[in-house]
């Protein structure tokens, strides 16, 4: 589905070459949960543009669905979640999905049906006609959420979502997008730096280190594909938490500043 | 003293303790025009009551009575003034100025080498002084309003597109990438994001631009104009000493400039209802 081999990509700084990637190799298949995690620096956020062709990788090559990033940004095969809501300010919540589907040229009935659609998805009825700046920051989330579903792309790629929400809010919205992954069957690419997030939701942990950014473990997950929030009790859930901090703590270790 | 002036002292002191009043009353539903009405009717009868009191020559201070006299006295040619040097000179003008920056922005958008070239130059034509420029224009383009429209054109052009090119240039990043990953078009992104998101930056610039081109195209007719608009007025006039005629005008100016601010803030606040400085 998603395939990274030996990808490097260096940046032009004013203060010289930044080595964001280095050789980074590995694989998303078709119906994967898979996390990135790291400190900051890492090239997390860095991996998943590559990926949406939003950055160019320097070496190594990159595929989704089969072709290049670029092509399957023009196929329109992936949907993104920024870190920031990202939503339009001038544009109601449904008039912020339909953005998308207007770009992409849906007829009007199709819009309403799959606003519609996506709106109960994310269970936000009654706010399709609310701005932005009148939602809480996880509800605009979930609405940035629906604008990502509404095309229907089977790729999800979400940068860091809940990462400025507190922990009750993301431990609900977490559950709820463990839901909406099984009903819906998409891939999830998935950034954050939060240990319990990346190991409740991933069937794939991606641990990374920075300076230079690299993958220094890649955790198959053992739990079970359906889970609740008290799973995180589990012996599981603790000995794959274990497995992600010592990965974390490796990259530290090897590193050369 | 005369009973003028305590009559002056008493409507200062009584305008004083009822704005006192006014603002320290916690009731919020009183009208807000309330406060700034009342200021100014109190302004108006002590300048009424000082230039009789002191006996004020009225070549120096008209009472307001006798600007408001002069004024209904002369409607029609106040009327004919205001088409010459508002609707004709300033207003268009303004639209030609404004559009044409608004336009070069776009340019400067898309074609970045253009910005280095166009933006200097724009900044070369403002530093231009009015009172050089316009007597030249006179001569290019005619006595007749033609000339002030060149005028408020050469004024309104470059902050118009300062904030134009400043508004577009300042689109948040990831909402830009946003448009990248739904592999939107040039023309897409910037009349579903970048134009909306420029709005604010470009009222900024209108807003600023309708009193320069106020100003412009009345000290333009001061270099030569047939014999109707606002600035060959004020200058006449002033030459014959009819200075209640010259404060009329001014009145005009003023009433013209405010409504027209206005307006421009008005549709601000529609289109722009959603940005951070027009919420309370």
Known sequence: ?257 | MNTFLILFFIIWLGGWWINIKISNHKDANLPRFIVPSLFGIVILLMWELAVIGLQINPILLPAPSAIALKFSRSLDILWIDFVQTLVKGALSGYILGCGAAFLTAIAIDKFNFLKRGLLPLGNFISALPIVGMAPIFVMWFGFDWQSKCAIVVVMVYFPMLVNSVQGLELVDPSRQDLMRTYSASYTQTLIKLRLPSALPFIFNGLKICSTLALIGAIVAEFFGSPIKGMGFRISSEVGRFALDMVWAEIFVAAIAGCLFYGLIALIEKRTTFWHPSQQK
């Open chain 1, 1 to 257: 589905m998603i395939s990274v081999s030996d990808v490097n990509l260096t940046f032009e700084t004013n203060d010289g070459p930044v080595n964001a990637l280095k050789n980074v190799s590995m694989e998303v298949n078709e119906g994967d949960f898979v996390s990135f995690i790291g400190p900051s620096g890492c090239g997390k956020t860095t991996l998943l543009r590559v990926i949406a062709a939003l950055e160019t990788p320097t070496e190594g090559r990159v595929t989704v669905n089969n072709m290049t990033p670029d092509e399957a940004r023009k196929a329109r095969q992936y949907g993104y979640v920024f870190q920031a809501a990202g939503l339009y300010p001038w544009r109601t919540v449904s008039g912020n999905i339909k953005l998308p589907l207007e770009i992409m040229g849906y007829s009007t009935s199709e819009k309403e049906d799959r606003t519609r659609k996506v709106i109960d998805l994310v269970e936000l009825n009654g706010f399709e006609k609310k701005f932005p700046w009148q939602l809480s920051g996880g509800m605009q989330q979930r609405a940035s959420i629906a604008r990502a579903l509404a095309f229907d792309a089977n790729i999800l790629l979400m940068d860091e979502p809940f990462g400025a929400l507190d922990e009750i809010v993301r431990d609900r919205l977490n559950g709820e997008l463990l839901n909406l992954w099984a009903r819906t069957r998409k891939t999830i690419c998935f950034v954050t730096h939060s240990i319990p997030e990346a190991v409740f939701l991933s069937t794939k942990i991606v641990v990374m280190s920075p300076r230079p950014g690299r993958i220094t473990d890649i955790i198959e997950s053992t739990l079970p594909k359906k889970r609740d929030l008290n799973i995180r009790d589990s012996r599981e859930f603790i000995k794959i938490a274990q497995r992600v901090r010592e990965g974390l703590k490796a990259g530290q270790s090897e590193d050369v500043f």
